[in-house]
């Protein structure tokens, strides 16, 4: 698939991806009534995971897509709607290839060291912007 036609299907996918982050998202948080806990985040972290299980398996055990298909539901939808699936597959994967040291790894540097940077980037902006 040419590159053009590559990044046009997954930002096709990426623009209802992240609109579709946006609507569950803020539908969920707004239902919860928490203005402390972050349950539309939550919810769509859950739920694209879910969805990269369903269409992983159906990839893997069936070629039930296209190329195309793939790169707009898995790389451009999914994506935008949560890289937290692809994390969540990506670590699944590590395990069923028994690599259960670099899944560990993948989950506590992606976890601890992503809060960490957030937290980084935070006392950069501050200290330049003071």
């Known amino acids: ?7 046009f299907i997954i930002g096709a996918g990426g623009f209802i991806g992240a609109i579709l982050r946006y609507l569950i998202s803020g539908w969920v948080q707004y239902r919860s009534g928490s203005i402390i806990f972050p349950f539309g985040t939550m919810a769509v972290n859950l739920l694209g995971c879910l969805l990269i299980g369903i269409l992983t398996l159906l990839v893997e055990s069936r070629s039930s897509f296209s190329m195309e298909t793939r790169t707009f539901l898995l790389i451009g939808l999914l994506g935008a709607f949560t890289t937290f699936s692809t994390f969540g597959n990506e670590t699944l994967s590590l395990i069923r290839d028994e690599r259960i040291d670099l ?15 957030v937290w ?4 950069i902006a501050a200290t330049l912007w003071r």
């Not at 698939?1 to 990044?7: I, Q, Y």
């Open 120 to 123: 980084l980037g935070r006392i």
């Open 103 to 117: 899944a560990a790894l993948n989950a506590a540097v992606q976890v601890f060291a992503g809060v960490l940077m």
């Open 1 to 7: 698939m040419e590159l053009l036609r590559k990044l």
